[in-house]
């Protein structure tokens, strides 16, 4: 049973193929970088149901933050290069600090600023080796909703009906139900 930070952490730490992946990221030596989204989520999921075999996921998420450097085109490098390290994962590196003029919003400040961004406090969560090589977790938004199985909208994608819309429509889109029965998922009332 998982119910803390450090639960998560060894959890991590005890699975060869997701350390390899985040010392494949760590080799690039990108500034504030972190791999984020359902690469943890589905893990600590999949741990509470008790699956044996981890779920796929559609592509491994790799953020950074690097004002001095907006193009795409270093991204789809970077990607590049993390699939010779590793070509079988479905690598997706994308800098945050050009993602606001993605997703029209304000600009972040950090990486852990867009993270803390992201539709569903469950899925908010970012990992990363630090220079020591230790493992860290950011969770702008806390463990419980990871943790306790539930999805609900970040804060920030409850304050306008535009941003909840578009939260509703992921919630129907990835049908996290259907991988996790256990989940529970809260609506914001909004729909298009």
């Not at 600590?44 to 592509?59: A, C, M, Q, S, Y």
């Amino acid at each position: 049973m998982i119910s803390t930070e450090k639960d998560i952490l060894n959890l991590i730490q005890n699975d060869e193929r997701m350390m390899g992946i985040l010392r494949a990221a760590s080799r690039l030596h990108l500034p504030d970088c972190w791999i984020c989204a359902g690469f943890v989520r589905s893990k600590i999921w999949d741990e509470l149901h008790g699956f044996k075999n981890r779920t796929e996921i559609p592509d491994v998420d790799v953020i950074y933050f690097n004002e001095s450097n907006l193009e795409e085109e270093t991204e789809k490098r970077l990607e590049a290069a993390l699939r010779d390290i590793l070509p079988e994962v479905p690598w997706s590196v994308k800098n945050e600090a050009r993602m606001h003029v993605v997703n029209d919003v304000s600009p972040y400040e950090s990486s852990e600023d867009a993270i803390s961004k992201f539709p569903e406090t469950a899925t908010a969560l970012g990992v990363k080796l630090d220079s020591n090589q230790e493992l860290i977790l950011t969770a702008p938004w806390g463990l419980d909703d990871v943790l306790n199985m539930e999805v609900r909208p970040t804060p920030y994608f409850k304050e306008t009906q535009q941003r909840a819309v578009i939260y509703e429509e992921r919630v129907i889109k990835k049908n996290w139900k259907a991988t996790w029965p256990k989940i529970n998922v809260y609506h914001t009332g909004w729909r298009r």
